[in-house]
């Protein structure tokens, strides 16, 4: 990611943290029993989810092409939402009585996008000189802030949230950043208009540790501890060990900072690393057999292409852009087919926006990736493809059981299109979250009060 003068990444350009765990290969340990039971507090939420679901009848959605989330399509198809949840779908299903019906012949219909990795509402925007230092992405005063939950940075008010949601986005992860070699817990939201972040939040969604390897943890480091790559691992080494120490006898105080990573260690809290080089995954990857933790994510991954058949034997998903490489030398190796060539490896490949603006462009970040694939001879069905921002980034976050797919009894996140959703010309038309329109193209929301300045004459001539 560009850097500030101060050499911080400017949007954070985080990468390893979410949630449930997503690591088939990977030794996990199963860590000692009676001093972790008695650590439960360290995955508690003391700071629970208020979100509370609009009120909505039932609603059937009919005649559009629907793409299930994991690798189904029905043409002409119908879906209903009802009581939060997908009651049915098919070619024709029954419909509820009183049920609102949308006429959506000619338009498509996905699960709601999923955004794994986000700086919206801890990074401010329009960037300027400042922003490294406005921000709250990341707590930079040493290496270590695994004690630190991103959610206390979180401004509910960002109107980024809105711009999501207007382009499908149902959920997201906001991580700390990359600067730190450990930049804290993440948090799970939905866009939705809310003071607070506690209205926000996704019910009972598993936190994330950030972890970060390469340059930005070293450049930031390099200005008092650890100034290169095998400094990093060992002050990781050293300090995973000393965590297996405090694992082995009861703690005798909350040490918000071990609590964390020995929850990460007990196998409660998975790990999301940004990381670009294929030879920085490897040497994570030997870590995590190491001290036995589980990696959910690798973010950014320019190199994953390179060692594909390594992180699908790990069970590790991949978050990576289409296009960007060159911006610093980590990222020089980049090619447009990396997510897709992971995806024919048999990996869970995934788009995320980390800057915020690309929360906007999923899709067609998703096409982009796609299109090269196509033109290096892979099979980039629309049915296979919108799995790169729902089913997979859910599994990546822990949550497949609710969101990511269309399928009765999973969660009503439901985006109508305009048309195909990787086409360049389609728009969002509605989005539904738990079965209620929070969004509708036909009757948009008012500015938030923050861009009212620069929307107040728009459309008027």
Same mark, same amino acid.
């Given at each position: 990611?560009?850097?500030?003068? %101060?050499? %911080?990444?400017?949007?954070g350009?985080?990468?390893?943290?979410?949630?449930?765990?997503?690591?088939?290969?990977?030794?996990?340990?199963?860590?000692p029993?009676?001093?972790?039971?008695?650590?439960?507090?360290?995955?508690?939420?003391?700071?629970?989810?208020?979100?509370?679901?609009?009120?909505?009848?039932?609603?059937?959605?009919?005649?559009?092409?629907?793409?299930?989330?994991?690798?189904? *399509?029905i043409?002409?198809?119908?879906?209903?939402?009802?009581?939060?949840?997908?009651? /049915?779908?098919?070619?024709?299903?029954? *419909?509820p009585?009183?049920?609102?019906?949308?006429?959506?012949?000619?338009?498509?219909?996905?699960?709601?996008?999923?955004?794994?990795?986000? @700086?919206?509402?801890?990074?401010?925007?329009p960037?300027?000189?400042?922003?490294?230092?406005?921000?709250?992405?990341t707590?930079?005063?040493?290496?270590?802030?695994?004690a630190?939950?991103i959610? @206390?940075?979180?401004?509910?008010?960002?109107?980024?949230?809105?711009?999501?949601?207007?382009?499908?986005?149902?959920?997201m992860?906001?991580?700390?950043?990359?600067?730190?070699?450990?930049?804290? %817990?993440?948090?799970v939201?939905?866009?939705?208009?809310?003071?607070?972040?506690?209205?926000?939040?996704?019910?009972?969604?598993?936190?994330?540790?950030?972890?970060?390897?390469?340059d930005?943890?070293?450049?930031?480091?390099?200005?008092?501890?650890?100034?290169?790559?095998?400094?990093?691992?060992?002050?990781l %080494?050293?300090?995973?060990?000393?965590?297996?120490?405090?694992? *082995?006898s009861?703690?005798?105080?909350?040490?918000?900072e071990?609590?964390?990573?020995a929850?990460?260690?007990?196998?409660?809290?998975?790990?999301?690393v940004?990381?670009y080089?294929s030879?920085?995954?490897?040497?994570?990857?030997?870590?995590?057999?190491?001290?036995?933790? *589980?990696?959910?994510?690798?973010?950014?991954?320019?190199? /994953?292409y390179?060692?594909?058949?390594?992180?699908?034997?790990?069970?590790?998903?991949?978050?990576?852009?289409?296009?960007?490489?060159?911006?610093?030398?980590?990222?020089?190796?980049?090619?447009?087919?990396?997510v897709?060539?992971?995806d024919?490896?048999?990996g869970? /490949?995934?788009?995320h926006?980390?800057?915020?603006?690309?929360?906007? @462009?999923?899709?067609?970040?998703?096409?982009?990736?796609?299109?090269?694939?196509?033109r290096?001879?892979l099979?980039?069905?629309?049915?296979?493809?919108?799995?790169?921002?729902t089913?997979?980034?859910?599994k990546?976050?822990?949550?497949d059981?609710?969101?990511?797919?269309?399928?009765?009894?999973?969660n009503?996140?439901?985006?109508?299109?305009?048309?195909d959703?990787?086409?360049v010309?389609?728009?969002?038309?509605?989005?539904?979250?738990?079965?209620?329109?929070v969004?509708?193209?036909a @009757?948009?929301?008012?500015?938030?009060?923050?861009?009212?300045?620069?929307?107040?004459?728009?459309?008027r001539?």
């Open positions: 990611m560009p850097k500030t003068s %101060r050499g %911080r990444c400017r949007v350009s985080c990468a390893l943290a979410s949630l449930l765990f997503v690591t088939a290969g990977v030794c996990l340990g199963a860590g029993k009676g001093p972790a039971a008695e650590r439960d507090d360290a995955v508690a939420d003391p700071y629970p989810s208020t979100y509370v679901p609009r009120k909505s009848g039932p609603v059937v959605l009919v005649g559009a092409t629907i793409l299930d989330g994991i690798g189904g *399509r043409d002409s198809g119908e879906i209903v939402l009802r009581d939060g949840k997908v009651a /049915a779908i098919g070619t024709s299903v029954e *419909r009585a009183g049920a609102v019906i949308v006429d959506a012949r000619g338009r498509w219909i996905t699960p709601g996008l999923i955004d794994v990795h986000t @700086h919206i509402g801890t990074y401010t925007l960037q300027t000189s400042l922003s490294a230092t406005v921000g709250d992405v707590e930079m005063h040493k290496p270590d802030a695994s630190t939950w959610e @206390h940075g979180v401004r509910s008010a960002d109107p980024g949230f809105a711009r999501a949601l207007a382009a499908g986005v149902t959920t992860q906001i991580l700390p950043g990359s600067g730190v070699l450990l930049g804290g %817990r993440s948090v939201v939905k866009p939705i208009a809310a003071p607070t972040v506690a209205a926000m939040k996704f019910p009972d969604a598993p936190q994330g540790l950030k972890m970060a390897c390469g930005n943890p070293k450049e930031e480091e390099g200005h008092g501890g650890f100034n290169s790559r095998q400094g990093l691992m060992a002050e %080494r050293e300090k995973l060990t000393g965590i297996q120490e405090y694992r *082995r009861p703690p005798p105080h909350r040490d918000f071990k609590n964390t990573l929850a990460v260690l007990d196998g409660k809290i998975a790990v999301h940004h990381c080089r030879d920085d995954m490897a040497r994570i990857i030997d870590l995590s057999r190491e001290f036995g933790f *589980r990696i959910a994510a690798f973010h950014h991954a320019s190199e /994953a390179k060692i594909a058949p390594l992180l699908v034997r790990a069970g590790i998903c991949v978050a990576g852009w289409p296009d960007w490489w060159g911006f610093k030398p980590e990222a020089e190796d980049a090619i447009r087919e990396n897709a060539f992971v024919a490896a048999g869970c /490949a995934m788009m926006s980390d800057i915020p603006m690309l929360s906007e @462009h999923l899709n067609t970040e998703a096409a982009k990736a796609a299109a090269a694939g196509r290096s001879g099979s980039e069905p629309p049915e296979h493809v919108i799995r790169w921002i089913s997979n980034p859910a990546a976050l822990g949550l059981d609710r969101i990511g797919k269309l399928s009765p009894g999973a009503a996140d439901v985006v109508l299109w305009s048309g959703p990787f086409s010309y389609s728009r969002v038309d509605g989005v539904y979250i738990d079965g209620a329109l969004f509708d193209r @009757h948009p929301p008012p500015p938030s009060d923050f861009e009212i300045g620069r929307t107040i004459t728009e459309g001539q």
